[in-house]
């Protein structure tokens, strides 16, 4: 009999859950950066073995809603708990269980299902600290088993997947074996170019960008053809993403080419323009062509 079901990684912003499930998937599939609020979408990664099959949602890291866009991340978030089969939540080591860690396990706690809780970024930590985290990750009020991890480094993380699986209920596999991921290719592709955004920008600016994918073809000598543009909320950002002479626009397509040629396997031409679109994160009607819902 194989196993298979759904597991829901809740954490705050940037404790590393996308870090996680790619290194639990084995793939790139979520993308990852030093600014909290990265993910948006709920992005699912799946994990097939031999006799069970896993598959991890990567949840938009729990705050308080402010306008519709992070209005959406956490209505789905709640949704996302309650359809899965186990929730996994992930603290960050280095900076200690807060309120912000005791409000999650509390809604964690609510939606009664096996919970596993995880300390992730022990890399960075010596034993004394390790130890400090794990026992106030225990004090929590959520139950469930507690692992050091380093998602970073995958040390701890085989335990952690033996203990997830036998969280999982018995029945068929939900995916095609092959799959990693029920991400469709424009928004997968999309997502690899705003990491390189992510990667370059500062302060407000990572927030206010996102990217929409016009256009995939195929040219007549096989050349892969992406058009994407970058959404900017003000003129100066898009003077921010451009930069001095087109400089940031073309590093930010040179280096998210090379991410999608090593996906695809295929040469890609990457041609990208940035405008401006004022207050997208409230433009209902944009968030649902973005996929993100
Ligand atoms: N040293 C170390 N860094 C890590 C580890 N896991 C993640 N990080 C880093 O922490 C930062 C945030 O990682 P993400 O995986 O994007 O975090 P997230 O929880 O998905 O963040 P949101 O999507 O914003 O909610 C990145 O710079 C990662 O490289 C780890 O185990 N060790
Ligand atoms: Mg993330």
């Known amino acids: 009999m194989t196993r298979a079901g759904f597991v829901a990684l809740a954490g705050r912003p940037n404790v590393g859950k996308s870090t996680l499930l790619n290194r639990l998937v084995g793939e790139k599939v979520a993308i990852v ?11 699912r990664g799946i994990a097939t073995h031999e006799d069970w099959q896993m598959v991890l949602v990567d949840l938009p890291g729990v705050q308080r809603p402010r306008d519709p866009l992070t209005e959406r991340m956490q209505a789905r978030m709640e949704r996302e708990l309650e359809e899965s089969d186990a929730a996994l939540l992930v603290l960050n080591g ?40 794990l026992e106030a990750a225990a004090e929590l009020p959520l139950d469930g088993e507690v692992f050091p991890v380093s998602a970073r480094t995958g040390a701890g993380v085989p335990e952690l ?48 960008v996102e990217v929409e994918i016009d256009e995939v073809g195929e040219r007549e000598d096989g050349l892969a053809v ?65 996929g993100i819902e």
């Not at 991921?181 to 997502?191: K, M, N």
Request: charged share 30%; hydrophobic share 40%; proline share 5%.
């Open 33 to 43: 950066s030093e600014r909290p609020q990265t993910t948006r979408r709920a992005i």
């Open 161 to 208: 997947v033996e203990c997830l699986v036998g969280l999982l209920p018995e029945g068929p596999f939900l995916y095609p074996v092959d799959d990693r991921t029920d991400l469709p290719e424009r928004v997968r592709l999309a997502e690899l170019i705003r990491e390189q955004v992510l990667a370059r920008t500062r302060d407000e600016l990572p927030h206010a």
């Open 226 to 290: 992406i058009v994407a543009r970058l959404w900017a909320e003000t003129e100066s950002q898009k003077g921010i993403l451009i930069g001095a002479g087109g400089r940031m626009v073309r590093d930010v397509g040179a280096a998210a080419r090379r991410e999608i040629e090593a996906l695809t396997g295929r040469h890609v031409h990457l041609d990208l323009s940035v405008r401006v679109r004022k207050g997208w994160r409230r433009d209902e009607a944009l968030l649902d062509r973005l």
């Open 94 to 133: 280095q900076q200690g269980v807060g309120p912000g860690d005791r409000f999650i396990a509390e809604a964690t706690s609510r939606a009664r299902m096996p919970a596993v809780i995880v300390v992730n970024k022990v890399d960075l930590l010596d034993r004394g600290r390790t130890a400090a985290a």
